[in-house]
């Protein structure tokens, strides 16, 4: 690709910046338990308004569903497995 050249947005947040508009992004808080139906609302509610959407992870240090879906990592040590 050379200098002239300009490669498409990826991202409509992208498309926004690259436009030089004014980006709007919210931050939406994952729930405590593994219902998702209050953030899926809170979702809806920001779509049209928010180019651009974080969840938070580990918001104030309070235990909540990851903002990514991982794998669960389970360590053992030896004092570990002792203690049960």
């Not at 926004?16 to 980006?23: I, P, Y």
């Not at 919210?26 to 998702?36: C, I, M, R």
């Not at 928010?50 to 992870?57: C, I, L, Q, S, Y």
Request: aromatic fraction near 4%.
């Amino acid at each position: 690709m050379d200098a002239r050249t300009v490669a498409p947005p990826v991202s409509h947040l992208a498309s926004v910046l690259r436009s030089g508009q004014f980006a709007v992004a919210a931050e939406l808080s994952p729930p405590k338990g593994v219902n998702l139906e209050s953030i899926a609302r809170d979702a809806r509610t920001l779509k049209g308004y928010a180019d651009a959407v974080n969840v938070t992870d580990n918001q104030a240090a309070s235990v909540r569903m990851a903002s990514i879906r991982s794998r669960p990592c389970w360590f053992s040590t030896a004092s570990s497995r002792s203690a049960r």
